[in-house]
């Protein structure tokens, strides 16, 4: 590549205090604002759940990755800063495919709660995972290389597993768009299943799996692209614009509902009936009264908080003594 457009692409990917500190400054305190309030509510919640603490990472790293990047608008030649913000924006979709990825596998258990003791779903769940970990290396540690060295051979080497890992990541995360409907298609819900408004979570499932997909097929685009240009992916109006804009979509669901009671386990009760061996008909009574009961206990728990004194139900009678004395 001549020296010249090598010049042109890297100080076109630079940041500029105008306009990039400002819009780094404006989603850096809405990012802040929805992990805060997401801070907030799992402090609050009952039942805590492993996606909150993924979603709560995203945001914070999202965060510090745009104040990151307002410092490297003023300071456009530390590389540090550029390493710093380059890492955290990584880790912060990769963080979003493993929410998504773990909603999928909520989705499944709640269909069929009996694969929570099938070795095979087990092992199935946890290279999942393992795979969310090597891909995270895979796209990090080159990243750093392709920065730091001016070696024109390290660079290359670093630029393919580059594409390799962005190639993964972008099926990975596009993958839940293609499985939600086969599972909802193929396998039986079982007579224990306990999924409630089951097409409303496999909708937000793909919902956030489509819009990752895009951002993630740009990005690899970008990186399959002629190194002489400046891929759109890597300008300001993606970065600053679309990109954020695209997760901000698919956290905002994520943080209207409440994640524990809609993809999580809803108590105790009913997870301990999953080991019972007892009939579909008696297992069916016995969940109904738990959920019920349930029920009837978050009321009234919210009743008590809400109601305010000298209501009807905590007025009191004079005292009178059993001989009918004041």
């Known amino acids: ?22 819009a780094s400054l404006v989603i850096m305190v809405i990012y802040f604002c929805f992990g805060l309030g997401m801070i907030v509510r799992f402090r609050q919640s009952h039942l805590k759940f492993r996606v909150q603490i993924m979603l709560i990472s995203l945001c914070m790293s999202r ?43 909520r989705l499944v258990k709640g269909r069929r709660p009996e694969l929570q003791k099938s070795t095979v779903f087990v092992r199935a769940t946890t290279a999942v995972q393992l795979f969310i970990i090597v891909v995270l290396i895979m796209t990090i540690v080159p990243v750093i290389f392709n920065i730091l060295t001016t070696n024109l051979v390290i660079k290359q080497r670093t630029g393919i597993v580059i594409k390799i890992s962005s ?25 224990k299943s306990i999924v409630i408004r089951e097409p409303y979570k496999a909708g937000l499932i793909m919902w956030t799996s489509a819009l990752v997909g895009v951002e993630l097929s740009l990005k690899c685009a970008s990186n399959y692209g002629v190194a002489s240009l400046t891929s759109w992916y890597s300008t300001r109006a993606s970065f600053y614009v679309s990109t954020p804009m695209l997760e901000l979509l698919c956290i905002l669901p ?3 509902i409440n994640l524990p009671h809609a993809f ?55 005292y009178q003594s059993p001989d009918g004395s004041p």
């Not at 590549?1 to 400002?22: C, E, G, K, R």
């Not at 008696?282 to 029920?295: C, F, G, I, S, V």
């Not at 206990?297 to 004079?318: A, F, N």
């Open 254 to 256: 994520l943080f209207l």
């Open 63 to 105: 965060t510090v990755a745009l104040a990151l990047r307002s410092s490297w608008a003023v300071h456009p030649l530390n590389t540090n800063l550029a390493i710093a913000a380059t890492v955290l924006v990584n880790a912060g979709v990769i963080l979003l495919v493993a929410a998504n990825m773990q909603l999928l596998i």
């Open 167 to 191: 190639t993964y990541l972008a099926i990975y995360a596009s993958l839940p768009f293609v499985l939600v409907p086969i599972i909802l298609a193929l396998v039986k819900r079982s007579p």
């Open 264 to 318: 999580g386990d809803s108590n105790a009760s009913v997870l301990s009936m999953l080991n019972k061996d007892d009939s579909d008909d008696k297992y069916d009574e016995e969940l109904h009264a738990a959920l019920r009961q349930t029920t009837t206990t978050w009321r009234e728990g919210i009743w008590q908080d809400i109601r305010p004194r000298g209501s009807i139900d905590e007025k009191s009678t004079p």
């Open 1 to 22: 590549m001549p020296a010249s457009d090598s010049q042109t692409t890297t100080q076109s990917t630079l940041p500029s205090i105008v306009p990039d500190l400002p």
